[in-house]
């Protein structure tokens, strides 16, 4: 079983984000259901993550999600343009969601954040 935190920023691009596309609330359970859980708990390989290169460590990965189907964003499929940042502790079993973004209003991941949460995290 996979614990899940959310963290308060995140909660909030997620409430923001939810505004804009109606669908992101159970596009997202699909997505820790159909995604994440068969990836860590079953092995199962994904192209849909990647590992943020200087952001992993021995006890943490950190990951990109760039393939989130999004049913608000039709037409996009999977490359619906929605993005989430999230790091993975694998003895703790353990998702922290960090940010999540619309590709569309920036291009790229908060970096700092990420490096704050990692510090706040493994210290």
Known sequence: MINYEFLPKFEKDFKALFKRFQTL????????????EPHFE???????????????????????????????????????????????????????FVEIYFKGDKPLENKERLKRVIKEIMS
Do not use: N, P
Request: charged share 30%.
């Open 25 to 36: 609330d159970s596009d997202f359970e699909r997505f820790k259901k159909f995604s994440l």
């Open 42 to 96: 079953q092995k199962i390989e994904t192209s849909s993550f990647v590992k943020i290169e200087g952001s992993c460590g021995t006890k943490y990965l950190s990951y990109k999600v760039r393939k989130f189907a999004c049913r608000a964003l039709m037409g996009k499929g999977s490359h619906s343009g929605i993005r989430i940042i999230f790091i993975w502790e694998s003895d703790l079993r353990k998702i922290t």
